[in-house]
């Protein structure tokens, strides 16, 4: 596979920002398998952003050469209170549950863990110190939103060690790509600023499209951009169960979910359900058919998200319609990945936790 074909791959939504693009074209004309990695906290059920939106653009690395890792980050997940602080329960999800599914996701990734990383490894938490000392406590608390947090928020000591800790894992496994949501783009810019100054290898940062959550938009003060702050706080989150789709749910459910979604006549920007429509039906298929009764109109097949968008903005798609074509169309993408899980001991403990 040559460059552009890799460079297309990479680029592709839900990918946003690649920091840089001139460093990543330099780095896959250097090596052929780049190391790359995606870290995850240990948290609730799987949805369609933290499994489907995170595997899909993991698959186009894989698909690129690259040797992608997930990073369960076990340790991140206790000291950012997952699971109720509770070790025990995070270690098991972790390997019983999150790898599994990115096995089955993303055949051929490999899965690591924060408490192997960190384990009789004297060298990780010397470096940890090593970055600490190149970073003043207010960049340090200027990061804290990677964890979902509001700088208002009152925190324990262990939390202002979670951006230093992410960074120094950055180097630990000698990455040169580093890939996230948006969401985590302060701490990659981080490293890229304070490595260089300890002679460690600066990666290359990638940032893919947050997914949205059902809800219509709005503000929590995660951050001092506004834009990004209403990016963050209205992403799909596993703590609002109305709001997101997880790979659980049955089509009957996820039809009820995308029925009560925030979706208004002619609004594009922020609608989930077009969103769902752009960086899950599009990624996957060339082609999206909407049906309907031939009194309003007959099926219709859009070719790209871009004309789904410009006949939605001018009232030509209907938002019953283009939900119930979404919710279809999910159902089938979650089909393989919930029939996986279907009766087993960890899917029946996750959900009734």
């Known amino acids: 596979m040559d460059t552009e074909e890799k460079m297309r791959l990479v680029l592709r939504p839900p990918t946003e920002e690649v920091v840089t693009e001139q460093d990543l074209r330099a780095l896959l004309e250097r090596e052929p398998h780049p190391k790359h990695y995606i870290g995850l906290e240990v948290s609730g059920v799987l949805n369609l952003g933290s499994l ?7 698959n186009d690395f894989i698909k690129a050469g690259m040797k992608c890792t997930v990073f369960l980050a076990d340790w991140h997940s206790y000291i950012n209170n997952k699971w109720g602080g509770d070790w025990d329960k995070i270690k098991k999800v972790g390997h019983d549950y999150y790898a599994e599914a990115f096995r089955f996701f993303c055949p051929g990734v490999e899965i690591r863990y924060g408490s ?40 324990d000591v262990a939390q202002y060690l979670y951006p230093p800790m992410q960074a120094t894992d950055i180097h630990a496994m000698d990455l040169d790509v580093v890939h996230a949501g948006l969401d ?15 002679g460690w290898k600066k990666p290359v940062a990638i940032h893919h499209h ?47 979910k995308i029925g009560k979604a925030w979706c208004p006549e002619k609004w594009v920007e922020g609608n989930p359900i077009l969103d769902f429509a752009h960086y899950i039906v599009f990624h996957e298929k060339s082609s999206f058919t909407i049906e309907r009764p031939q009194k309003f109109g007959g099926d219709v097949t859009y070719a790209s998200y871009e004309e789904l968008a410009k006949d939605y903005s001018e009232g030509k798609v209907h938002p019953s319609d283009l939900k119930k074509a979404v919710a279809r169309e999910l159902s089938e993408t979650l089909a393989p990945v919930r029939a996986h899980f279907e009766g087993k001991d960890i899917t029946k403990e996750i959900l009734a936790a």
């Open 184 to 198: 985590q783009r302060k701490v990659h810019i981080l490293a890229r600023e304070v490595f260089p100054s300890l």
């Open 116 to 155: 192997e990383l960190y384990h009789d490894n004297d060298q990780y938490w010397q470096d940890t110190v090593r970055f600490s000392k190149q970073i003043s406590l207010e960049r340090d608390v200027r990061c804290l939103t990677i964890m979902g947090r509001s700088i208002k928020e009152k925190l």
């Open 210 to 256: 947050i997914l949205a959550g059902l809800q219509e938009p709005h503000e929590l003060g995660l951050d001092e951009n506004p834009l990004v702050d209403r990016t963050i706080s209205s992403k799909m989150s596993k703590s609002k169960p109305d709001t997101a789709i997880f790979i659980h749910d049955s089509p009957q459910e996820i039809a009820r």
């Open 52 to 58: 489907v939106v995170n595997g899909f653009k993991v």
